[in-house]
């Protein structure tokens, strides 16, 4: 297995030589946003300045898939933000580079790959976002059954779930939750077939979401708590959130090193620079980023962090990363449209 070792006089040397002189690329791919992914570019360039960061701004799926179909020619070199599930996947398929960070020791084993392939870096609540121009607070879905409700018919936008490791999460933690609650393997699907039937339309991605929300499309949505919190400060959206009083499925958000990446050292270097305790700091209150780090005091972090109260949703997540899949692929084929005939059915 390789242990860390960063030999950062080496990599100075290696970022500055690159054929013809030019800057050493370095390619990420991440779902975490060209707020976030532009600072560290920034930094990082500034630490290295051989340095050329090249970041692609994706769904967490389409990153899976994009080195999935890529392994005989990989062109990234960080995997930058997905559900464990998806690197647990990736782990299996030989998708990753072994790498255990200087950082190994405190993080605690349900964060981690035991092999040393990928390791957590947040904890990210899912929860309900609603236009505070639309609904009060008191208004505002208190729960993910409320969600079904008649009176949120047409009201609520989603994610396509199938390029966005988030909304797959979130629908394959309620099919499992259903599935358990009931002892019906079809449950899970009803579920989403009624959910189905309260959904506007399904959006391609991030930035369309916040922006058909802003503009008051429908005002309803279900999402992951750190993206809600940045829209909000970074673009002044009317955005609010409601943690589920039944609990939310808490996702662990994870980096690796791309098998057969062309920069293995300055990847490396990449991989600690992003995960160093001061940049999850900056991380957390700048982008509202929970570390899975246990060795950063309360106190370095944002008052939001240490006030908030989460209740896990209890989660197989061995379970989801091997069903995960081909419950997408039911809902894709089955579900997705027909919750509309809920509502003709005599």
């Known amino acids: 297995m390789i242990r860390s070792c960063i030999i950062v006089a080496g990599l100075f040397a290696l970022a500055g030589c690159s054929p013809g002189g030019g800057k050493t690329p370095l390619v990420v791919y991440s779902p975490h946003g060209k707020e976030m992914l532009g600072e560290f570019e920034r930094q990082f360039e500034a630490a290295y300045p051989g340095t050329d960061v090249q970041w692609l701004d994706m769904g967490s799926q389409d990153a899976y898939d994009r080195i999935r179909t890529e392994r005989d020619n990989p ?92 909304m797959r999460i979130i629908f394959s933690a309620l099919i ?10 079809t449950a899970g699907f009803r579920w989403l077939q009624k959910l189905d039937a309260n959904t506007k339309t399904y959006v391609a991605d991030p930035t369309q979401l916040y922006l058909r929300v802003a503009r008051q499309e429908a005002p309803l949505t279900v ?36 098998k057969g990446t062309r920069q293995p050292e300055l990847a490396r270097a990449f991989y600690e620079f992003v995960t160093s305790k001061e940049n999850m700091v900056k991380q957390a ?10 060795d950063i005091p309360a106190s370095d972090l944002p008052q939001w962090i240490s006030g908030l109260t989460l209740r896990p949703m209890e989660v197989d997540w061995n379970s989801i990363a091997l069903h995960e899949k081909e419950w997408m692929k039911t809902w894709d084929e089955q579900v997705k449209g027909s919750g509309k005939q809920l509502l003709t059915t005599p």
């Open 75 to 166: 062109q990234a070199d960080i995997w930058w933000g997905a559900p464990m599930t998806a690197f647990s996947r990736a782990e299996k398929e030989g998708l990753l580079e072994q790498y255990v960070p200087t950082w190994d020791s405190i993080e605690p084993p349900d964060f981690k790959s035991a092999q040393g392939y990928w390791y957590g870096t947040f904890i990210t609540p899912e929860v309900i976002m609603y236009n505070t121009e639309m609904l009060a607070e008191a208004d505002a879905p208190k729960d993910w059954d409320e969600l079904l409700e008649p009176r949120w018919r047409d009201k609520i936008l989603i994610r396509y779930p199938l390029a966005s490791g988030t």
């Open 176 to 185: 499992q939750r259903e599935n358990a609650r009931t002892g019906d393997s």
């Open 223 to 258: 999402w992951d708590l750190p993206d809600v919190q940045l829209q909000v400060e970074a673009n002044k959206y009317p955005f609010g959130y409601v943690i589920p009083a039944s609990g939310t499925p808490l996702v662990t958000d994870c980096i690796a090193i791309v």
């Open 285 to 294: 209150a700048g982008f509202y980023r929970i570390p899975t780090r246990r």
